[in-house]
């Protein structure tokens, strides 16, 4: 417990408290059109030890601010020790980080993280990260009036202001962009698709069911831990949180929506992992599947007509060779034939310039830019 001003600092411990920490952001953001909640059931489950792999390799510390007994900010501290390990840092993670905006909540927080993170050896604190790449990350520095998704962070301005005066900087910055759906498929990306197929003797695998996706889903996450292992952050996920992953990603995807380009062994060379946009269902569930949660996913599922871009890689050794543009195709085929008007891409490192050169063959724009900010201890 630390006591700084009028702001008590509380180590989360029951579940009760835990409830109080998921749910601090549906009172903090109420009224707010663009903020997207997460849901309340997979939240509680992210942070129990039994059900998240992730508690094997980290240690996770969660802490609510109070005054006069009212939670008015909380936060995440995680030391991940594959990702020192394989960085060769001592560092520790803040995440899920809110506040309301008083300069003395945001330091007692963080204050509380530093104090965690030097009396454990640590050098640095980073954040805002999750556990992996997979959790949402990266604070909003621009594009407050953008509606959110439920991958990533929405915060309000006053976020990244109050992070400055307590002495952290830039770390790492991550620009999304708003595509629009094409009518048809870009004559140069078609060409390309035509020529890399036969090129490098490659097929593209047209599923019906998920259960034929299924069949190569181990595949998909062993690439995503080869494609994405020199990002910044980013920790190869090991085989438990691969099956969670598994479960929490492929089981209630659309097969229409994922593209797998597979290699002459029937290896997987590329994919394309997208669904349907769940922000707005989100909202209206505020949290809850029951009573009325499920019917607006499974409505957003058939009827909506933004999709987000979730995954998507290429192996290695196919990159620079035109194999994103075969798996566009495939995507955009699906994206027309269902009538989806426009698409949200997950966040990209600001200097992954070969992610953002595909954007030229579309009407785009870039609207958001979110920071992972660091401070020395």
Known sequence: MLVENDILVREVITKK????????????????????PQLISEEMSLFDKAKNPAYEFCEVKLWLAYRN??????????????????????????????????????????????????????????????????????????????????????NYPYYPQHLAKLGYNKDADWVEYQIQVPEQIP??????????????????????????IKRYAMDIFELLNLAYQDLYGFVPLTQKQINFYIKQYISMANPNLISLILDSNDQVAAFGLTFPSMSKAFQKARGKLLPWGWFYILDAMKHEKTIDLYLLAVRPEFRDKGVNSLLFRELLKSYIDNKFVKAESNPELETNNRVQAQWKYFDYRQHKRRRSFIKQL
């Open 69 to 154: 007994d009212e939670v008015v900010g909380r936060i995440a501290g995680i030391i991940n020790h594959n990702y020192n390990q394989k960085w060769q840092k001592q560092s520790c993670r803040f995440g899920w980080i809110d506040f309301i905006d008083d300069d003395d909540v945001s330091k007692a927080l963080l204050d509380r993280v530093e104090a965690w993170a030097k009396a454990q050896g640590m050098d640095e604190v980073q954040g805002p990260l999750g556990f992996s790449d997979l959790d949402p990350e990266g604070m909003l520095i621009e594009g407050f009036a953008e509606l959110s998704n439920i991958a990533t962070i929405y």
């Open 187 to 212: 004559e140069k990306i078609d060409r390309i698709a035509q020529i890399v197929l036969k090129k490098h003797n490659l097929r593209v695998l047209h599923a019906a069911k998920i259960k034929e």
């Open 17 to 36: 408290e835990l409830r109080k920490f998921v749910k601090f952001p549906l009172k903090l953001y109420q009224g707010n059109k663009y903020f997207v």
